[in-house]
Structures are given as structure tokens and as C-alpha cells.
């Protein structure tokens, strides 16, 4: 089983920040692209900002010059720093993993995308 734990969300007035971290644990073989997505009430879940394993970022439009995608691959982790905070950016954020893990028999692999259980960030005005 792979588990992705999120920390680092809360309430922060507009102009403050926040970091999120998610850690990755369990039997994974190769940890890909990473990524944050958020999702606000009555929205559809969006991708904020990606990751990949050799550190190639990419960000929505809107977070451009505030978030910053960050990861540690000894660590399993990927963080987001998140400046300059507006109301807009309130949102449950879940951290994605793209993963490789073992397969069911030896020397087979498979891919798992695996999702976090989301963290809240409401940004008050």
C-alpha cells in the first residue's frame, strides 16, 4: 500500500502564506511526477501546480509567481509554498503522486497514481 499525508493547511488572512508537505510512504518501487490539485466548493477539482521527478514544474495561471512546487526525493515529499494568499485560493487541497510500485510477482511493476485525504485552506479577506 502507498499512503500520501498531507500537512501545513489552516486559515491565514489574504496576503499571508502557507506550506504545504505531503509525505509518500509505503512499498514504492519509483515516485514520478508529483503534484498539488485543490478543489473549492461547487468547483471542480483543478491542477495547481506538478512536478516532475527531475524537478520540471509547471503552475495554473492564477498561482503564477506566488506558489512556488517544491520536492524532496530522499524524503518521498513534495511541498507547495504558497504567498501572497487571496479568498479565491480557499480550496481542500490533495496532494498526487504519480507511482511505480511492485507488481504480483517478482520483477513486475505497475503503475498507482495514489491521492491524499486533502487539507483545507480558507483565506479570510
Known amino acids: 500500500q502507498v499512503q500520501l499525508v498531507e500537512s501545513g493547511g489552516g486559515l491565514v488572512q489574504a496576503g499571508g502564506s502557507l506550506r504545504l508537505s505531503c509525505a509518500a510512504s509505503?512499498?514504492?518501487?519509483?515516485?514520478?511526477?508529483m503534484g498539488w490539485y485543490r478543489q473549492a466548493p461547487g468547483k471542480q477539482r483543478e491542477l495547481v501546480a506538478g512536478?516532475?521527478?527531475?524537478?520540471?514544474?509547471n503552475y495554473v495561471d492564477s498561482v503564477k509567481g506566488r506558489f512556488t512546487i517544491s520536492r524532496d526525493n530522499a524524503k518521498n515529499t513534495v511541498y507547495l509554498q504558497m504567498n501572497s494568499l487571496k479568498p479565491e485560493d480557499t480550496a481542500v487541497y490533495y496532494c498526487?503522486?504519480?507511482?511505480?510500485?511492485?507488481?504480483?510477482?517478482?520483477?513486475?511493476?505497475?503503475?498507482?497514481?495514489?491521492w491524499g485525504q486533502g487539507t483545507l485552506v480558507a483565506v479570510s479577506s
Open positions: 512536478i516532475t521527478s527531475g524537478g520540471s514544474t
Open positions: 509505503g512499498n514504492i518501487f519509483r515516485l514520478n511526477a
Open positions: 498526487n503522486a504519480q507511482t511505480v510500485i511492485p507488481g504480483a510477482i517478482p520483477l513486475a511493476y505497475r503503475d498507482l497514481e495514489v
